[in-house]
């Protein structure tokens, strides 16, 4: 195993290099063992690998879901080269190690002891690792496209995420938006013949701090939350703008809806444009995952924290690729190796001992679903 999640920490799997490598590494491990597992390929790089585990369908499938991607390595200085992934005091060094290769690694490795020692399953074990859940999600949107059809009825999902073993069943989600105002150019001498789109993006934001996003409070995920993070416009001092843009990150709280965030933008919009005719700007969705929340209490949920041993679930700061599942109609549990605070920076490990725990805990996991 630990050679399986140092081949895959040495598959640099930041976005521009795509996921196929780390992709293939699976794949071949899993072929050893035994394990047909379907590799999709786009756009040349990008890669989902899904194992699908067939069983007398006695009992209603687990679905693990990873991600193959990492973030960049950044500029902070790392004390052994991010694509490395050395050894040292029993831990792998690595972008990627705790988020969440060591996880896919201790996954593979279970599944490959568990379907070994078990002569039949009564419940499909699938997984899924998938592209660019650090971007876009396309990667689980495409699983969800392709297979959505496929799939058995299903139990849970666990999002194999590091949570030091923690059981996190809700985070909120994240409205990545855009505006951008336009105008008309003209030379800055002469600002009255130009349309300044500084000037049209002065006025939506004093209106959209008006707007309340603070729907009910979630008692254990807060409030929602606006931020404006980036902001550019203009090229020249003496040169009217005629685009300014600004990007808003706003984080959700369960059951609120993000259409309705953007339809309150463009409502401020057009109360500017009565009383500006000029007035002229759209809004874009940069990212969008919605936020979760599972039931701790339901039937898979007892279950599982019973199988885990935990007293108490918790909430993550993080967003997942889980809400993308919703639609599978299964609870979602976000449970995994690693620190999370060791995610995207630098230096991140994994313990050893760690990963030799997930291997046992998932086996425990599949075991109690295949009773
Ligand atoms: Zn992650």
Same mark, same amino acid.
């Given at each position: ?66 991600? /193959?991607? =990492?973030?960049?390595?950044? +500029? ?53 690792? =998938? ?61 009255? /013949? ?10 939506? /934001?004093?209106? @959209? ?46 059951? +609120? ?27 874009? @969705? @940069?990212?969008? @995952? ?17 199988? =885990? ?63």
């Amino acid at each position: 195993m630990k050679e399986l999640l140092k081949s895959l920490v040495q598959a640099d799997t930041t976005t521009d290099k795509g996921e196929l490598a780390a992709a293939e590494i699976i794949s071949g491990h899993l072929q050893e063992h035994g394990i047909e597992a379907e590799l999709t390929c786009w756009d040349d790089t990008r890669a989902n690998i899904v194992a699908h585990i067939k069983s007398t369908g006695q009992r209603p499938a687990l679905l693990f879901a990873c991600h /193959l991607d =990492v973030v960049p390595p950044g +500029q902070g200085r790392w004390k052994y080269p991010p694509f490395s992934a050395t050894e040292e005091d029993s831990r792998v060094f690595g972008r990627g190690a705790a988020d969440m290769k060591g996880s896919i690694a201790a996954l593979i490795t279970a599944v490959e002891q568990f379907t070994a020692e078990e002569a039949e399953l009564k419940g499909d074990i699938i997984i899924a690792a =998938v592209a660019g859940e650090e971007t876009d999600s396309c990667g689980i949107k495409r699983f969800v496209k392709d297979y959505k059809d496929k799939l058995p009825p299903i139990a849970g999902v666990i999002v194999a995420e590091p949570t030091n073993f923690e059981v996190i069943t809700a985070h909120r989600g994240l409205l990545w938006l855009e505006v951008v105002t336009k105008g008309r150019t003209a030379h800055g001498s002469m600002p009255h /013949l130009g349309v300044n789109a500084i000037n049209s993006m002065r006025l939506f /934001l004093d209106e @959209v701090e008006k707007i309340n996003l603070a729907s009910e409070k979630h008692p254990l995920l807060g409030g929602c939350s606006m931020s404006i993070n980036t902001i550019s416009g203009g090229k020249a001092v003496n040169v009217v703008p005629d685009l300014c843009s600004v990007k808003f990150d706003i984080r959700t709280v369960p059951n +609120q809806s993000h259409a309705e965030i953007i339809e309150k933008f463009e409502s401020v919009f057009s109360q500017l444009k009565k009383n500006n005719p000029e007035f002229d700007a759209e809004v874009k @969705v @940069v990212r969008d @995952v919605e936020a979760l929340e599972t039931d701790k209490d339901c039937d898979f949920m007892k279950d599982f924290r019973s199988v =885990v041993d935990c007293k108490e679930t918790i909430t993550a700061g993080f967003c997942t690729d889980g809400p993308f599942l919703a639609g599978l109609g299964a609870p979602i549990v976000i449970f995994g190796p690693g620190n999370d605070e060791l995610a995207h920076k630098p230096d991140e490990y994994i313990e050893l001992s760690d990963l030799k725990k997930a291997v046992d805990v998932y086996k425990k996991i599949m075991t109690e679903y295949n009773r």
